[in-house]
C-alpha cells in the first residue's frame, strides 16, 4: 500500500500543464497566462489632463488674472490650437493637453465668465498632467507567463490592447458514476436503488477548482456497458473520473478497465480513511482516476488527489496556500497505519483556529461533508490525538 | 459629502435579494438557497452492506465453520432468498441485506472454495450493516433558506432526490463604459485616444462575486447616444454600472441621465479617495452605479459598494468575513478628511499580516492595483499614520 504523499507524487509525476491557447480577454479570469503582455506604446500615449478643468500657462495662473477661453478639449479629440499668453481653455479628465500649456487647473479651483476664467489657487508648473509615458514606457513587460490572472490584470490588458491572451485552458473534465444501484435525482427509486449523488458533488468540486465539468452516467455494473461508457467519455475527456467499482467487489470493473485502458499504471491500495481504494491510469495524456464510490471518499480523494492533478494542469501550484493547521477540541481515536481525513468545522480564535469533528464520520455519511469546513489530516502513525493537539487541516472552500 | 459608511447605508437601504426561482442542480454551485432541503424517505432506504463481502447469520461466523454460498447480491438488486442456519451470501457494498442475515463480513476476511465461505475473523451483529434511515429519518431538514451551496450541499440534494433547487439567481450587471476617447483593446489607437480597459476590469470583479455581467459600450459623450444606451442596458439588467462621466466636466452626462431615469436620488460625492464622485440611482428595482471613469477608482468604488450591493441582491451578507487587520511596514502621509483606500500587498507573518503599499497610488495607475492584495483602509481623520499602525484591510483576491 502506497501513504498518501506517495500516491499524490505518482499521480503528479504523470501529468503535465495542459497546451496554452488564446482566449477572448473577457474569458481568462482566474487561468493562468501563456505569454508576456507588454507595453507595445507608452502609457499614457500622450501628455494629458488628470482632472476636469483648464488648461494653462501656470505662470499666468499664479498672478490671479483673468484668462481668455480660446477653446475646449473634449476626451477623445486633437486640439488644434496653441495657448497663447493670457489664454487658457477648458479641458476634460483624460483629454490631450494642448500645445503652449504646462498644466490644468482644477474646475473646483475656478470662476468662470463670458469666455474668461479665472483661478482662487495657485497651479505649479505640471501640476495635474499625466506625462506621456508615465504610468509605462514602450517594450516594459507588466504581465508574465504563470501569473494566474486576476481582475485588474485583464483592466491592464485591455488598456495595452490585447483583445486576447494565451492562457492555460481550463480541464474538460469527465465525470463517470457507476453502479446499477443508481437512478437520477429526478427518478423514482425502486427496490435496491439509491440515487446518483457523487456525480454531482464531484461535478461541483471540478467547477470549484476552475475546470469545465461534463457529466455523464450513472452507467450500470456491467463490463461492456462500462467500456463503452469510458471509451466514449475520453473522446472527449482532458480528464477521466469515475466513481464506484474501484474495490474488491464482484461486479467492480472499473479498475481493471482504467488498467486496459491506461496500460500498467491502474490500482492503488492508499493507506488512508476514507478513500483506500483508487484506481490511476493514463489514456495516452488523459489522466484516469477510479474514485472509490462512498460519498465520503469519493469527495476526499477528489481533494487529495483530482484536485492538484487538476491545478498542475491549468499551470498552478498544487494546493498553494492551501495549507493551515489548527488545534483539535476533541479527543480523537483512529486506526494507526491509515492517515485519517477528519470532517470538521473550523473556529477562528485569537491564537489560531480549532477543529471539531462533524459527528459520525462513517464514509458513507454525506452530512459530514456538508457540515465541514475542512479536513484535519490525522498522521498514519498516531492512534490517539489528545485535545489540543496541533493538527494540519485542508481548508474545503477557500 | 458622504462618508464611506453612510454612503454604503444608504445604497444597501435601497437593495433586496433577487426573487428566487428554480434551478437544476448542477447550476446551483455558489448560490444561496431559498427552499428548505428535506429527506423525503428513510436514507438508506434500506439496510445495506458497507462493504463487499458476504451477508451473514453473525453467531455462525463466531463458530469459524464453512458456510454455504447460496446466493449473490449485486447492488441495485432485491435479494430473493432467505438465509438459512449455515447459510451466507456474496454481497456488493450498497446492496440490499437479505432477510435472516444480520451482519457483513468483509472478503478480505475470508476463504471461498467451491460454493463455500469460511472466515479468519468473527463478525459482531450488525457489523458493517448500514441500517435504513440511519444516515435521515424521513421529514428531516437537512439544508435550510439561507445557505450558500458547496460541492457535498449538491451531492446531498441528488441524493434526496432534488434535481432542482429554488435559490436567489446570479444577479445580471449590465456595465457600460462611456467616454469619446475610448476605443475597444482590439482597434489600433487614434491620437487623442486610449483604450477601453474598465469595461473589463468590472466585468473580471461581476464575474468574481459571482454575478452574472453584460458588457456594452463604450459609448461616446453624447447625452443622446448615451441616454439610448442607457435605457437600452435598463431593459435587461438587474443592475446597471457605468464607469465615466460621473464628475464636474462639461461632457460628464451621466450623473444626469441616472437622475434622470432613477428619481432623486442621484448624486453624490463620498470623503474617500480614490473614487470621490459616485452616482447612483433606482429605476424601479434596478440599483445604478455610476463610477468614476479614472482606472483604479472604478475598480475600488466597485468592491466598495457595487459588490455588496450584488453579495445582498445574491442572498449573501455583504463582506462576508472579508475584513481583516494588517500592520503597515511603512509611514504614510494622506489628506485628512477622506477615507484612503492604499493598494497594498500583504505578507503573513507570526505575529499577523504587514501591509506595504504597491508603489505609486495614482487613481490612473492601474498597476496599484495589479499588484496589489488587497485595500488597506486609511480611517478619514488621520493625516500620518506610523510603520506598525494597525489598519483595516480588504483583501481583493479571498
Same sequence: chains 1, 2.
Avoid at 508576456?36 to 489632463?49: G, I, L, T, Y
Avoid at 456538508?370 to 489530516?377: I, S
Wanted: charged share 20%; net charge negative; aromatic share 4%.
Amino acid at each position: 500500500m502506497l501513504s498518501v504523499s506517495q500516491a499524490l507524487e505518482r499521480i503528479l509525476s504523470h501529468v503535465r500543464p495542459l497546451e496554452p491557447r488564446s482566449h477572448p480577454l473577457s474569458q481568462t479570469l482566474g487561468l493562468v497566462l501563456a505569454q508576456e503582455v507588454v507595453a507595445r506604446e507608452a502609457h499614457p500615449p500622450f501628455d494629458n489632463s488628470a482632472v476636469d478643468g483648464f488648461a494653462v500657462r501656470s505662470a499666468e495662473v499664479a498672478e490671479g488674472t483673468w484668462l481668455d477661453l480660446v477653446g475646449s478639449i473634449p476626451a477623445g479629440s486633437v486640439p488644434e490650437f496653441e495657448l497663447g499668453p493670457g489664454q487658457a481653455a477648458a479641458i476634460m479628465t483624460g483629454a490631450m493637453l494642448c500645445p503652449g500649456a504646462d498644466a490644468c487647473a482644477m474646475v473646483e479651483d475656478s470662476e468662470r465668465q463670458a469666455g474668461r476664467v479665472r483661478f482662487t489657487r495657485r497651479v505649479r508648473p505640471g501640476e495635474n498632467v499625466r506625462r506621456q509615458g508615465e504610468h509605462l514606457q514602450p517594450g516594459q513587460v507588466v504581465l508574465r507567463p504563470g501569473h494566474r490572472l486576476r481582475p485588474a490584470d485583464l483592466g491592464l490588458a485591455a488598456s495595452l490592447g490585447y483583445p486576447e491572451l494565451a492562457c492555460i485552458p481550463r480541464a474538460r473534465v469527465t465525470i463517470v458514476s457507476t453502479g446499477s444501484e443508481l437512478v437520477p435525482p429526478g427518478q423514482p427509486l425502486g427496490p435496491g436503488q439509491i440515487r446518483d449523488s457523487n456525480s454531482y458533488a464531484l461535478e461541483a468540486q471540478v467547477r470549484a477548482c476552475g475546470g469545465e465539468p461534463v457529466r455523464l452516467g450513472p452507467v450500470v455494473d456491467d463490463r461492456d456497458a462500462l467500456e463503452q461508457a469510458l471509451r466514449q467519455a475520453l473522446e472527449q475527456a482532458e480528464v477521466l473520473v469515475t466513481s464506484a467499482g474501484v474495490s474488491v467487489g464482484e461486479h467492480d470493473h472499473v479498475r481493471d478497465l482504467i488498467a486496459k485502458l491506461g496500460g500498467e499504471l491502474s490500482f492503488w491500495q492508499i493507506k488512508m480513511r476514507p478513500g483506500k481504494p483508487l484506481a490511476f491510469g493514463l489514456a495516452g495524456s488523459i489522466p484516469m482516476f477510479g474514485l472509490p464510490g462512498n460519498p465520503v471518499s469519493s469527495m476526499v480523494t477528489f481533494e487529495l488527489f483530482v484536485r492538484p492533478a487538476l491545478e498542475v494542469m491549468m499551470g498552478r501550484f498544487p494546493g498553494e496556500s492551501r495549507k493551515q493547521t489548527a488545534r483539535l477540541t476533541h479527543e480523537i481515536t483512529k486506526k494507526t497505519g491509515l492517515t485519517t481525513f477528519l470532517r470538521c468545522r473550523l473556529e477562528s480564535t485569537g491564537t489560531g483556529l480549532l477543529a471539531t469533528a462533524t459527528g459520525d464520520q462513517g464514509s458513507h455519511l454525506l452530512r459530514s461533508m456538508v457540515e465541514a469546513d475542512a479536513l484535519a489530516v490525522l498522521p498514519e502513525e498516531l492512534e490517539r490525538l489528545e485535545a489540543g493537539h496541533e493538527v494540519e487541516v485542508l481548508p474545503l472552500h477557500p
